[in-house]
């Protein structure tokens, strides 16, 4: 039809992977990514994939070579295995700077130092007249008080140095910095500049006149401001090239003083260098009492003076060891992929670059170790060793005029002396990041003792946002109230210290606050450091509520989750003064049932996903109580997602507890089959074999009371009929539970007869059930419907011998041998694997109570994403288990959120192709047969489903896979995934509020060739849409128990009746998306090779026409005929068909 | 050359070549309101020769692309202007052989769902089958006179109709076992009758009955036996007891050092090709 040739028409619709097409529009840089990936999906199986490895005899057994000797040892060695080597090989090529950047650098710096010692010489002034200032420039700090004594000149520096990792070469890609320290002449100094922020002005002043004649040069692409690892007194200039190079590298300059200028001992951690009285105003309170310290203040005066000295300690002890450097290389990448390095306070290269000396100097590490053991030395050491109470140092003197460790300890939380013995190079830590660094260590430690195959890939390239890695986190916002609350924690020596940076002198005792308070309940704390900023030579520096939002986040303990109950001490104890100024007016006398009276603090909490929220109840309530920052600044993001797990009638339950009634009711079915009377043989085990029984079922059930007059009744079968004139009935399904009964010899061994005697067991327990227990039962050949308390079971007999019947094969000798059978490998999958799988579920929810949240949230999903039909149930839930049960490099997940976070991110970079997904249910496999399945994966890759998914109980077939995911439709849901990942990471972390949680659970129908919508009165589970409507029909239930105890209508859901029939009419041609959630749309679209014209044959005319073209006879789809038999099959459900693109005509 | 858009015409058109085809189109449609229209296509049944067909010659039409909502009493209906239908036999795709004629019990093979099918529809007389053939349509499954179910109406009365009767349930798996148990007795007996008697080539069969029954003939057991033996040897042999064994498992050993190498490189050949070695 369209003015295109016919032919260019159809090579557009040729080919499966088009289907998705649509799918993979996005805006530009995620349009490249996904249409890359869609091209490794058309390439050639073969490309992409792993092959067995076949070596020749003479290739295997051949004479060793020394050399291949010498480098098979060294791997054995140095590294964990060649594959660990192989990869840190390929790492640190990617992360390393190459010779060509190096010499390009190298010239932008020598071209830097020529322009620095030219920038011309301004007279004397005094520091408070800034007017020789140039219009174009603003001093780069903020000048409070701005009354200073003191006056300033600018002169060329002395001397320009390289110092920091450039030189090292342990800087890594893609953020090339090199510092350089100018040294400041003499004559610009004067006596007493280390005290109220004097040598700080100056240094800013000094930046201030530099960066106005850099500015001018076209030499440079970019001139801004920016603080030394974000210490806002200590602003840097950064320099980047023009042209090309701009993001190769950024020149950083420091300027510093004289060496010997400044007198360490005025500079130890016990004295004071900024009065009260010039920096309040006021002096300290009750005259005579001494001046507070100011530890950081001195410490970044240190830091200046002690550039050079400690690049020349590095260079000596790393430098001919390229072991070590690549060490340092390594741990860089490890800090970075967990966010501590970044920021105010991080743990920096330059801090592990020491540690790395420090652990040379004590023998720790030899100079001929490889990267690999490096990082395995300096993790061990992060470990085991707690620097908040045992600092280090590297300082070898033993001068008794150098102050003790325990001054350090007592003015920072973190104490690592450099060789000076004066210097804390951890000043700037907090507590909260160094135990987040100890963390982390210890699990990597874990982690590579494991002896994990993948333990590269999740140690050094997976990266760890907060988000990510946290349980909940919680937003501080706006900043501007911290400053409030350091006034209410009495936090003016801090502020003085810290040159009124009051985010960073609350974070301390914030953190102390609230890890005092979360007790129990908390793993671990961990705060963002607020960012560096950069901001051009013409505005001001930024204030320190401009950085943002403070984010805390919270790793939470499961087995403190279940509490509700703060337990203080008796009484009359001393203590509970204490506690009750602790936790204000929420404390209360409790009388206890040992009768103790003790005081407690009780929050208020129902349900499983009220008790996960506690922590948030504790946070604000302390914050409010203890820093006066109220309600509305704490965004506490914890669990924005529940409401899409929640039922409809309990908003304050994410169903945990539903389930767990559902499953009561299960057992006492159990104990009711066990103890059953006249069965001819008795049962043996009763195993449940449902979602609902695993805990996973998205929306858990509800005791069914049938409204009599909204149904047809059929007396004489005792059941419930739906009505015509009545909207479509709620929808019921029967919880499936599988009957084993003891051996016998008595069973027949033909398949056909074994089905009837099962029907007859299937009766029998219907009627004994009906006559001992007076349940209403419904039997049929293959189950028995049973309704218990207003929950519907079925359950199945099964004959463990039975699938085994259905396998044998006589061969003509008379050899009986076991072959498997469509039909036998169902038996086996619904009699045997699924209720082994629902048990082992159901354990692992029991040791993990975010299981079910998690587990349910992906799989809603999914559904959502009108997927679910391709992926199996079991499927879902054995990937949510894996999060739980193969966590690393996080530790398995307490909040759903965070589960289901992971779940995106696991869908959407998980390598299906070339990996199995093993779930270690009980952790039954061992490490060796772990190695053997994916060895037997590789070889057998081709005959193995697109996705698969191997346990302990199903080694080799994934038969949770067998029947789908398609390689395309596996392939949208990555797509779907990596979309939908940052965008709800970017909602969760914005500090205003995630907004519209939904989004990410909305499908894109965009990519659907035909949309057919169904009209609500029919769709029973209507009100459990993503988009729950405010209005749907009723649906025949009563919120009493009543009359009737027929038994409801049993899966009646004509939505899914009719995908059934269009699936079976026309799978052929279209595939059909639907979310079984109250979705009101069904999505088609067109397979492209289908449409396609072919040759007239007998077996493939299924709703297609013979039309002519070009004198030819060819079978098409009869679109036209199939768009109003989609409306036909679902009269009275279809509203509208819509087709919406002419792709079929051709 | 852009396509037509038109049914084949029963007739060919004069000019047009005769198409490679002999299947006459007759539009059929679930009812009036419908605008397009499924294709009939229809054929007198014949086979080639030497093959065996159950379904009689010259009385059958074989029918191609039925529509799910048609169903066996529609078709018959339809196709009864043309004259006597003896039975409608519709199937998933085209079957020389008749079906099981035997009705399959309701309760243990329950009907699937319907898609596009296949009919064998064989009248009294032949002339049913000339007359079908050049019926012109187009036919109506659901008339006033006839409605047909689909939708909602259907699913409900398909529900009614699968809520199970456990007497009639009762009775058929009665029946079933009964003539089962009687064949299992005949079978007996006769295996009984036969016990010591030779055939005709002169050989006995012998089978053991009692409470200790011999090894069956099972892939499963011979396998068992096979790796019995196999670890009784395995015991008896002594590793690492001379020189040369020593040699060999050392190079046995470079050997897997040496393939797990080639592995690796293999997947971190793969890596690199999928930048996979960027960290962030």
């Known amino acids: ?1146 | 050359e852009p396509m037509e858009r038109r049914p084949l015409p029963p007739h060919d058109p004069p000019g047009h070549p005769s198409p490679p085809i002999s299947f006459p189109a007759i539009p059929i449609k679930f009812s009036e309101k419908q605008q397009a229209s499924h294709y009939l296509y229809v054929r007198a049944h014949g086979v080639r020769q030497g093959t065996k067909s159950t379904w009689p010659q010259k009385r059958t039409l074989f029918v191609l692309n039925v529509p799910p909502y048609c169903t066996e009493e529609s078709l018959s209906r339809l196709l009864s202007s043309c004259g006597l239908v003896q039975s409608v036999e519709l199937q998933e795709k085209p079957d020389l052989a008749e079906s099981p004629k035997e009705s399959r019990s309701k309760f243990f093979h329950p009907k699937p769902v319907p898609g596009f099918q296949v009919a064998y529809v064989v009248f009294q007389k032949p002339s049913g089958v000339s007359a079908a053939l050049a019926l012109k349509g187009p036919l109506l499954v659901s008339t006033e006179s006839h409605p047909v179910k689909s939708g909602i109406h259907k699913w409900i009365s398909d529900y009614a109709d699968s809520v199970p009767d456990p007497e009639a349930l009762r009775v058929e798996v009665d029946t079933f076992m009964e003539a089962y148990d009687q064949k299992i007795a005949e079978e007996e007996a006769k295996a009984k009758e036969e016990e010591g008697v030779p055939d005709e080539e002169g050989w006995v069969k012998v089978t053991r009955r009692g409470r200790r029954p011999v090894l069956p003939r099972t892939e499963a057991a011979s396998l068992r036996v096979l790796e019995r033996e196999r670890r009784k040897r395995a015991r008896k042999e002594l590793l690492n007891f001379y020189a040369w064994q020593h040699r060999e498992s050392k190079m046995e050993h470079l050997a897997q050092l040496r393939k797990k190498f080639e592995e690796d490189k293999q997947r971190i050949e793969l890596l690199r090709a999928q930048r996979k070695f960027r960290p962030y």
């Open chain 1, 1 to 1146: 039809m369209g003015p295109a040739p016919t032919g260019e028409q159809l090579c557009g619709a040729i080919g499966e992977p088009e289907v998705m097409e649509p799918a993979l529009e996005g805006t530009g840089k995620e349009g490249k990514k996904a249409s890359s990936r869609k091209r490794t999906l058309a390439e050639p199986p073969a490309k992409g994939l792993l092959q067995p490895v076949k070596l020749s005899r003479a290739e295997l057994y051949k004479e060793p070579t020394n050399e291949e000797l010498n480098h098979l040892r060294e791997t054995e060695i140095l590294f964990h295995s060649s594959l660990l080597r192989l990869q840190v090989e390929e790492l640190l090529k990617e992360v390393r700077l190459s010779e060509k950047k190096k010499d390009r650098i190298d010239a932008f710096l020598r071209e830097v130092n020529q322009r620095v010692v030219r920038v011309p010489s301004v007279p004397e002034t005094e520091l408070t007249d800034q007017a020789w200032l140039p219009a174009g420039v603003r001093v780069p700090l903020h000048q409070v008080p701005y009354a200073v004594k003191g006056c300033f000149r600018f002169l060329p520096p002395a001397q320009v140095t390289v110092v920091g990792s450039y030189l090292l070469g342990t800087c890594i890609r893609p953020d090339i910095n090199v510092d350089v320290a100018l040294t400041m002449p003499r004559e610009i100094l004067q006596d007493k500049d280390g005290l109220n922020q004097r040598y700080f002005r100056k240094r800013a002043l000094y930046l201030a006149h530099l960066a106005h004649h850099l500015a001018q040069d076209p030499l440079f692409g970019s001139v801004c401001f920016s603080y030394t690892n974000g210490c806002h007194l200590k602003p840097s200039l950064l320099l980047r090239p023009r042209g090309k190079d701009e993001r190769l590298v950024t020149v950083r300059l420091h300027p510093c003083p004289p060496p010997d200028f400044f007198r360490p001992c005025r500079l130890l951690p016990t004295k004071n260098n900024v009065r009260s009285a010039w920096y309040r105003g006021q002096s300290p309170a009750g005259d005579g009492s001494p001046e507070p310290p100011t530890p950081h203040y001195n410490t970044w005066v240190l830091q200046d003076t002690a550039l050079e000295s400690h690049l020349q300690l590095l260079s000596t002890m790393l430098g001919s060891a390229q072991g070590l450097k690549d060490g340092v290389a390594l741990l860089k990448v490890w800090l970075r992929q967990r966010e501590l390095d970044k920021g105010q306070g991080g743990f920096t290269g330059f801090l592990v670059s020491m540690l790395v000396v420090f652990l040379v100097s004590t023998h720790k590490i030899h100079t001929t170790m490889s990267g690999y053991q490096v990082l395995r030395s300096v993790l061990q050491f992060l470990a085991t060793t707690d620097l908040t109470v045992n600092g280090i140092s590297l300082c070898l003197s033993s001068d008794p005029s150098l102050p003790a460790l325990a001054d350090f300890h007592q003015a920072f939380s973190v104490v690592f002396l450099d060789s000076s013995g004066r210097l804390n190079l951890c000043a700037d830590v907090t507590a909260s990041t160094y135990h987040q660094v100890q963390y982390e260590a210890r699990l990597s430690m874990t982690l590579l003792d494991s002896r994990a195959d993948d333990g590269f890939q999740l140690l050094l390239m997976t990266p760890k946002p907060m988000i990510r890695a946290f349980d909940h986190v919680l937003h501080l916002h706006p900043l501007s109230r911290l400053q409030a609350a350091c006034h209410r924690l009495k936090l003016w020596p801090e502020l003085q210290d810290n040159g009124g940076d009051y985010v960073s002198a609350a974070l301390g005792p914030l953190t102390t606050l609230l890890e005092q308070g979360l007790g129990t309940r908390l793993k671990l704390l961990a705060h963002s450091r607020p960012p560096v900023p950069e901001w051009g030579i013409s505005q001001d520096p930024p204030k320190h509520k401009d950085s943002g939002s403070l984010t805390l986040g919270l790793l939470l303990r499961p087995e403190g989750l279940t509490s509700v109950l703060e337990l203080g001490p008796e009484a009359d104890q001393p203590e509970a003064a204490k506690f009750r100024q602790f936790w204000g007016f929420r404390s209360e006398l409790r009388r206890f049932q040992d009768g103790a009276i003790r005081e407690a603090v009780v929050w208020e909490a129902a349900s499983m996903s009220q008790k996960r929220l506690i922590p948030h109840q504790v946070v604000t309530h302390l914050l409010a109580l203890h820093t006066d920052i109220p309600e509305t600044c704490v965004h506490y993001v914890g669990g924005p997602l529940d409401a899409l797990i929640q039922g409809l009638k309990q908003t304050s339950s994410t169903g945990e507890e539903a389930l767990a009634v559902a499953v009561c009711c299960y057992d006492d079915l159990s104990r009711l089959l066990w103890g059953l009377e006249g069965l001819p043989l008795t049962v043996s085990a009763v195993q449940g074999a449902h979602p609902v029984l695993r805990y996973t079922e998205v929306f858990p059930p509800t005791p069914v009371r049938p409204a009599s007059s909204f149904y047809e009744p059929l007396q004489e079968r005792s059941s419930l009929l739906p009505r015509l004139d009545k909207p479509c009935p709620a929808y019921v399904e029967p919880m499936t539970v599988v009957c084993h009964l003891e051996g016998s010899g008595q069973w027949p061994q033909d398949a056909e007869a074994v089905q009837r005697v099962r029907a007859a067991f299937q009766l029998r327990l219907a009627e004994l059930l009906t006559q001992q227990h007076g349940l209403q039962c419904c039997a049929t050949a293959t189950h028995t419907d049973v309704l218990k308390d207003g929950f519907v079971f079925r359950i199945r007999v099964a004959y463990q011998r039975e699938p085994q019947i259905l396998k044998e094969v006589q061969s003509p000798e008379g050899m009986i041998s076991l072959r498997d059978t469509p039909a036998s490998l169902h038996l086996e999958r619904d009699t045997r694997q699924l209720p082994l799988l629902t048990s082992a579920l159901h354990g692992l929810q029991q040791q993990h109570p975010a299981f079910s949240g998690v587990a349910r949230l992906a799989k809603r999903w999914v559904r959502a994403q009108l997927l679910g039909e391709d992926f199996t149930d079991e499927s879902l839930d054995l990937v949510a288990a894996a999060l739980f049960l193969h966590p690393e490099p996080f530790t398995p997940p307490s909040s759903p959120q965070v589960g289901f976070l992971r779940f995106l991110y696991l869908v959407s970079t998980f390598d299906w192709k070339n990996n199995p997904l093993i779930v270690n249910l009980n952790n039954e496999l061992t490490v060796e047969e772990q190695v053997e399945i994916r060895s037997g994966f590789l070889a057998a890759r081709t005959q193995l489903p697109v996705m698969v998914i191997v346990t302990p109980q199903d080694r080799k077939h994934s038969v949770w896979t067998q029947d789908g995911p398609s390689a395309q439709i596996l392939q949208q849901l990555v797509v779907l995934a990596a979309e939908a990942l940052p965008m709800l990471e970017k909602q969760l972390m914005d500090p205003r509020g995630p907004g519209d949680i939904r989004t990410v659970f909305r499908p894109p129908l965009d990519i659907y060739d035909v949309l057919i919508r169904l009209s609500p009165r029919h769709i029973p589970r209507h009100r459990q849409a993503v988009d729950s409507p405010a209005a749907s029909f009723c649906r025949g239930l009563l919120s009493q128990p009543g009359p009737s105890s027929l038994m409801p209508v049993l899966g009646y859901d004509p939505p899914q009746l009719y995908l059934m029939q269009l699936r079976e009419a026309f799978g052929d041609l279209a595939l059909f998306f639907y979310d079984q959630h109250g979705g009101e749309v069904i999505g088609v679209l067109w397979k492209p090779t289908s449409f396609q014209p072919q040759p007239f044959k007998a077996s493939s005319t299924k709703g297609r026409m013979v039309m002519s073209r070009g004198g030819e006879l060819v079978m098409v789809p009869n679109v036209e005929a199939i768009l109003e038999d989609f409306a036909v099959l679902g009269e009275g459900l279809v509203q509208t068909v819509e087709a919406r693109s002419e792709r079929w005509t051709v």
